[in-house]
């Protein structure tokens, strides 16, 4: 082997090995690492392994390793499914359907979410002790407020919504109702801050009964607010917190 032809092998068996250990070492970092919003600080990825690595290699990064998935708890799916890369992004979407089937298809946590029999049971007992003046929702990086959105937003999730029994619907009602004053009431919450509130609120009211049903559909404009689960004008809100009490 001449000299030159030495080189470039050397080279390339070198340039070969750094590439596989920064993959392995990607594939290292905990996935809710890919989740936070300061994931660039733990990843190079400007670099040319990161650029290059297939679309479904990234993906397979932000899912949780079945072993681990498996033995988290509902509380765990549920804070999981709250601060999940999927769920941030709300704002991409013209129709909240399509926000819904990212988050279902893309996380195999807000999946295995829906799959538990205590998902409703569970999500109602997170949302009863949140204290809205604690600004803390979980261990994340992420601001409180828009988490607490997200989650209202992740009740009004069709999948979620459907497993809700009559009880559990008027319970949820009762406590929306409850953090949509509690927001009024608190300087940091906006108005912007209490629409995913209003929104669940209406969509727990469509299923509630068929009377119900038509008094929410009756509203003007409540198909915006249905449809976006963003838009909120003064006189939706208030005909739906009417029919809410």
């Not at 601060?83 to 709300?90: D, E, K, S, T, V």
């Not at 609120?201 to 509630?208: D, P, Q």
């Amino acid at each position: 082997m001449s000299r030159k032809t030495f080189c470039f092998v050397f080279l390339f068996l070198c340039v070969s090995q750094i590439v596989g250990q920064n993959g392995d070492k990607y594939k290292k970092i905990s996935w809710r690492v890919y989740h936070s919003t300061n994931w660039r600080d733990y990843v190079d990825y400007q670099s040319d392994e990161w650029k290059n690595m297939p679309i479904e290699e990234k993906d397979a990064l932000l899912q949780i390793p079945i072993e681990e998935l498996k033995t988290m708890s509902t509380k765990e799916l549920i804070e999981a499914s709250v601060n999940c890369l999927f769920a941030r992004g709300i704002g991409r979407f013209s129709g909240i359907d399509n926000y819904y089937e990212e988050i279902y298809n893309k996380f195999n946590g807000f999946r295995e979410l829906t799959a538990r029999n205590d998902v409703c049971k569970s999500i109602i007992e997170y949302y009863e002790v949140i204290d809205l003046r604690k600004e803390i929702l979980s261990t994340t990086d992420s601001s409180f407020k828009y988490q607490v959105q997200r989650l209202e937003h992740l009740i009004g999730h069709p999948i979620i919504l459907e497993k809700f029994n009559p009880v559990e619907i008027n319970q949820l009602i009762f406590l929306l109702k409850e953090k949509y004053f509690e927001k009024a009431s608190i300087l940091e919450f906006t108005e912007h801050d209490q629409i995913s509130t209003i929104y669940a609120l209406a969509k727990l009211l469509e299923r509630k009964d068929e009377l119900t049903k038509q008094r929410i559909y009756g509203i003007k404009n409540i198909d915006m607010l249905l449809h976006t689960g963003t838009f909120l004008t003064k006189d939706v809100r208030d005909q739906i917190l009417s029919i809410a009490k």
